[in-house]
């Protein structure tokens, strides 16, 4: 039998049960199914993932299944660098990305990126609060609905030698996630490349990079000790993942199930927030047990980089203009 055979008898098929009124019914029991996929960049036993898988089931079940959000983690939908443009072009209704990669589009995005500005959770939380709706503005002027958005753990980094200096990274091939990480690796004398983080490990096998800044988790995640021996907790800042939905699809929710998303959205915010911390103490142990040396910065180390963030921070002051210095100063104030 041919496929279009096939077809034809399933349409016929179709018809006579319509005509039998069987199929009206089937449609008329729970409102017709819609399902939302949504790609994600980060490995699915990361906390962001999980808890995104979470903040999933809790619309799917809050709107009783009416919309089903599915979640595809480790950029098996869309690689990371495709995420948002995705969303915001329909291709998909709902993603999730690391803000501070989209900063080469708005500066604004890369304001959790500004070196050893917001250093521990509860500097990430208040420079948040300060740029939260300033963020959401530009996102919605890219045809985005921001949901929420929950941080990485302080930022710290990798090598595959002891580090007390600057100089000591001198023509280390480094592996770059957003204009900041790049720019750390040029004014530090590093050659940069731009990797997702799903390709780190194969990155550092194969010896594309030699070092990194990131976290705790994503080392742990990419089994880093496989490739590198030290990480220095250097604490430079807490980019943030955000979770965002294409306005059209939006606008075409009822209230009532908008209210779900916002609700559930809240609950990954602050719970995501917890694992985040939770993550931390974790990962930064793990890589302890599999064999690296995790240790702070030597002073040596600290003033260096600390030169390096002042350069950076007067950099993005300049380019983020005057939104982004009531960012940085409401911060400050508070
Ligand atoms: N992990 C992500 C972004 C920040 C982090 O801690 C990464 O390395 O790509």
Redesign the pocket.
């Given at each position: 039998m041919t496929a279009s055979t096939q077809t034809r008898r399933a349409l016929a098929y179709t018809t006579s049960l319509a005509a039998a009124g069987l199929v009206a019914t089937a449609l008329a029991g729970p409102a017709a199914a819609e399902k939302w996929d949504l790609p994600m960049?980060?490995p699915a036993s990361n906390y962001h993932t999980e808890n995104g898988g979470t903040f999933a089931a809790c619309v799917t079940k809050g709107t009783d299944g009416a919309i089903e959000i599915v979640t595809h983690p480790n950029g098996s939908l869309f690689g990371?660098a495709d995420i948002k443009r995705a969303v915001q072009t329909g291709q998909v209704p709902i993603g999730e990305r690391?803000l501070s990669a989209h900063a080469n589009e708005n500066p604004l995005f890369g304001v959790d990126s500004i070196p050893f500005l917001a250093t521990s959770f509860d500097d990430s939380v208040k420079l948040w609060d300060a740029a939260e709706p300033a963020i959401a503005e530009a996102l919605d002027e890219q045809n985005l609905v921001l949901l929420y958005t929950v941080p990485?753990?302080p930022?710290g980094m990798y090598f595959n030698k002891e580090v007390n200096s600057v100089a000591d990274m001198e023509g280390l091939k480094f592996r770059a996630?957003n204009a900041a990480t790049a720019k750390l690796a040029e004014l530090t004398g590093m050659l940069p490349v731009q990797i997702?983080?799903a390709e780190?490990p194969q990155a550092f096998a194969t010896g594309v990079a030699q070092s990194?800044v990131?976290?705790g988790?994503?080392g742990y995640d990419s089994k880093l000790w496989e490739n590198v021996s030290n990480f220095y907790e250097v604490d430079a800042w807490l980019?943030r993942n955000a979770v965002f939905v294409n306005k059209d699809s939006w606008a075409a929710l009822d209230d009532a199930t908008r209210k779900v998303f916002t609700d559930c959205a809240a609950t990954a915010e602050s719970e995501g927030l917890q694992k985040a911390k939770d993550y931390t103490t974790f990962t930064l142990e793990g890589l302890a047990e599999n064999g690296m040396k995790v240790e702070k910065p030597s002073d040596q180390l600290k003033a260096d980089l600390a030169k390096v963030g002042e350069t950076m921070t007067a950099e993005w002051l300049k380019a983020a203009g005057d939104k982004g210095k009531a960012i940085v100063d409401a911060y400050k104030a508070n």
């Open positions: 960049a980060y990371g690391l990485w753990p930022q996630y997702e983080a780190v990194m990131s976290s988790a994503t980019p």
